[in-house]
């Protein structure tokens, strides 16, 4: 064997381990002047990890050629083998790259991580704006019913009606961009989003310059011209006798309720135009008059269950529709709702119990039965259900208002604790409940309404819990929707609550001023 088929002999005994892979080689003699060795019962084997190698060389008379031949397994794609010049066996085979390529899959790995890192955070912040846009196009749907009951009425609106639409209006423009600009590409719904609210400003800005009727301009000179009149009778006399104030907030300083002023449309109840029962209100305490939270209690939508509420800090945040805070309870009735020293008070489902929920905690604090008290629809209000059981408040405190079956139906009045929801004192009238829109209790004094037509109610009955007199009166209050669901009174505003099918209401109460 020559030197060159010996190192290749060797190489591929080298490469086989490496490759896990068997080779042969089958060396010819060529013809030569030399006398060649005879290889034909000679071979030349060996195995190194699992890979073998031979040789094997024969000969034959006549001429010659040297060949290499070679069976490849598949790792090998092929090789070819020649000699040269000098008679030295030459190899060439082509491997293939076997090595796994680890790095590459790790940083595919690594790249697959950041990706889907940034799609969750992407599709995170579409949920959120997905949520405030369902909140702006709740707003935009009640703008669009106040300013269409401005249209209708223009008698209802003022400055101030115009000044909260516009800045709610510029608070939905600010969100539009801010959607705008974290879209990538264009979205459907912020675009027509964006339409209705310039539409919206447009229309807004076009009624308060169009003023129709000149309701604004007239309510200025009316003003203008109650200073002048007064301005006049002060100077009439100098021994003129003085008009005694107005009552201090949260006092009875008066001889009751005289008038009532046009209703303040507040908003639309959180919950929507098809959630037409409920209450409303602010909290009352005479330790802290004038703070306390707003209330919204919409009733669910078959008018007998309360299940949700929300707490509001200040009026504004009732009126933007933020920092709101929501409440879920389970055995809510009617909206006979009321709500004293951070305790909502409620008539417990389907019993004539009534509960008193901590406000902070919004767990029941106490469960008390009304002794006799007619429940589940037997003697409710008219036009309203399952308010049997209405509970009040007034300076003096809480308050229920009730029937009962040896009352047959008429209304009865009971003092509470408001700590154990005990009854304290009753009364009795001969005023029939089922005949009454609703009522409420002021300075100890029960006022019980009824409904004139779809837009007027009357305050046509009290009753004096001080004296045990009863009588009549006739004080009109104007309404936005047809059926009144609860009236809650707010000792220290000196406003009634009222919750018009869906709509909040406010109004201002003017009493009977008394001499001093």
């Known amino acids: 064997m020559r030197l060159g088929s010996s190192f290749l002999l060797a190489l591929l005994c080298l490469l086989g381990p490496a490759t896990g892979d068997s080779v042969t080689l089958t060396p010819e003699p060529a013809t030569t002047s030399l006398l060649q060795p005879d290889f034909t019962s000679s071979s030349i084997s060996g195995s190194r990890s699992g890979s073998s190698f031979s040789t094997r060389a024969d000969s034959a008379s006549g001429p010659q050629k040297e060949t290499l031949q070679a069976d490849v397994p598949q790792p090998f794609s092929n090789f070819t083998g020649s000699k040269d010049d000098r008679g030295t066996c030459v190899c060439s085979v082509a491997l293939p790259d076997t090595t796994f390529p680890v790095e590459r899959?790790?940083?595919?790995?690594?790249?697959?991580?950041?990706?889907?890192?940034?799609?969750?955070?992407?599709?995170?912040?579409?949920?959120?704006?997905?949520?405030?846009?369902?909140?702006?196009?709740?707003?935009?749907?009640?703008?669009?019913?106040?300013?269409e009951i401005m249209e209708k009425d223009s008698i209802s609106y003022t400055?101030?009606?115009?000044?909260?639409?516009?800045?709610?209006?510029?608070?939905?423009?600010?969100?539009?961009?801010?959607?705008?600009?974290?879209?990538?590409?264009?979205?459907?719904?912020?675009?027509?989003?964006?339409?209705?609210?310039?539409?919206?400003t447009l229309l807004v800005e076009k009624l308060q310059t169009l003023d129709k009727n000149n309701v604004l301009a007239i309510r200025r000179d009316i003003l203008a011209l109650k200073d002048k009149?007064?301005?006049?009778?002060?100077?009439?006399?100098?021994?003129?006798?003085?008009?005694?104030?107005?009552?201090?907030?949260?006092?009875?300083?008066?001889?009751?309720?005289?008038?009532?002023?046009?209703?303040?449309?507040?908003?639309?109840?959180?919950?929507?135009?098809?959630?037409?029962?409920?209450?409303?209100?602010?909290?009352?305490?005479?330790?802290n008059p004038d703070k306390g939270l707003y209330w919204v209690a919409p009733l669910n939508t078959d008018g007998r269950i309360l299940e949700y509420y929300q707490l509001h800090n200040t009026m504004d945040d009732l009126l933007l529709y933020r920092y709101a805070k929501q409440y879920r309870i389970t055995y809510g009735q009617g909206s006979g709702t009321a709500v004293y020293k951070n305790n909502m008070y409620v008539n417990w489902y389907n019993t004539g119990n009534i509960a008193k929920v901590n406000l902070t905690t919004n767990?029941?604090?106490?469960?008390?039965?009304?002794?006799?008290?007619?429940?589940?629809?037997?003697?409710?209000?008219?036009?309203?259900?399952?308010?049997?059981i209405d509970l009040a408040v007034d300076e003096s405190g809480l308050w229920v208002i009730y029937s009962t079956e040896s009352s047959t139906g008429n209304i009865v009045i009971s003092k509470l604790n408001d700590t154990t929801l005990l009854v304290l004192n009753t009364w009795h009238t001969n005023?029939?409940?089922?005949?009454?829109?609703?009522?409420?209790m002021v300075c100890g004094v029960l006022y019980a309404t009824r409904t004139m037509n779809t837009r007027t109610e009357e305050i046509f009955y009290y009753y004096d819990t001080n004296t045990g007199k009863e009588g009549r009166l006739s004080i009109i209050m104007q309404k936005m929707q047809e059926n009144v669901q609860s009236i809650?009174?707010?000792?220290?505003?000196?406003?009634?609550?009222?919750?018009?099918?869906?709509?909040?209401l406010n109004y201002d109460l003017i009493f009977k001023q008394e001499p001093y």
């Open 105 to 147: 899959v790790e940083r595919l790995e690594f790249t697959a991580h950041i990706l889907s890192e940034k799609f969750q955070k992407e599709l995170s912040k579409v949920k959120e704006y997905v949520q405030l846009i369902s909140i702006y196009e709740k707003k935009l749907i009640n703008l669009t019913v106040r300013v």
């Open 431 to 440: 005023q029939y409940k089922p005949s009454v829109s609703n009522a409420f």
């Open 229 to 287: 009149l007064k301005a006049c009778e002060a100077s009439k006399s100098e021994t003129a006798p003085v008009s005694p104030p107005a009552p201090a907030p949260g006092t009875c300083a008066h001889g009751g309720v005289v008038n009532i002023s046009r209703p303040f449309v507040v908003q639309l109840n959180w919950r929507g135009f098809s959630y037409k029962y409920g209450a409303w209100g602010r909290d009352y305490s005479p330790e």
């Open 363 to 388: 767990t029941v604090s106490v469960t008390q039965n009304l002794p006799y008290a007619a429940y589940n629809n037997r003697f409710s209000y008219a036009n309203v259900g399952w308010q049997d």
């Open 159 to 200: 400055e101030l009606d115009f000044e909260l639409i516009k800045l709610e209006v510029k608070e939905m423009e600010k969100l539009i961009i801010r959607l705008k600009d974290s879209f990538s590409g264009s979205s459907e719904i912020v675009d027509r989003l964006e339409v209705e609210i310039r539409n919206m």
């Open 488 to 504: 809650n009174y707010h000792p220290f505003e000196q406003k009634l609550f009222v919750y018009n099918d869906g709509y909040l």
